[in-house]
């Protein structure tokens, strides 16, 4: 659980520098949700790692003499995501982010079956879920 400051201040780092999408792990795998946040500020990215999970990776650095090397911290895991979202959403100010994320909150979970096999019905409901989620602007 996030405290109310952690909280503030993650949802402030994700308007600025994060990611809340869906996306394919894998070509025949349906989108699930994940959070990311890129920064050249690895100390950041480690703290916010400690409060919620995922994992770090380097981003390759193409011209070295201008640029600072740069990490993505990316959070797969459902029950991290859902934890964050819920703690953060009060606090976000992107309109398009906090859609996005009660989007998640209320509709996942009701569009995706917990074994992973979809009727033909459940996945036309998963696929209008992606759509709604992508149109949010």
Known sequence: MLSTTEAAY??????G???????????????????SIASTE??????????IGGYITNKKNYKP??????????????QN??????GILPFLRIA???????HILEKYDLT???N??????ALALKHQFEEEFFAIK
Request: charged share 30%; hydrophobic share 30%; no cysteine.
């Open 116 to 121: 992973g096999k979809y009727t033909t019905e």
């Open 10 to 15: 993650l949802a402030g780092i994700i308007d």
């Open 112 to 114: 995706t079956p917990r």
């Open 42 to 51: 690895k100390e950041l990215l480690t703290y916010i790692q400690k409060l």
């Open 96 to 102: 398009s982010k906090k859609k996005r994320a009660a």
């Open 17 to 35: 520098e994060g990611t809340i999408t869906l996306t394919k792990m894998h070509h025949s795998e349906n989108r699930r949700p994940i959070i």
């Open 81 to 86: 995501i859902f934890t964050t979202l819920e």
């Open 65 to 78: 003499s201008i640029h600072k090397d740069s990490f993505v911290l990316t959070i797969k895991k459902k």
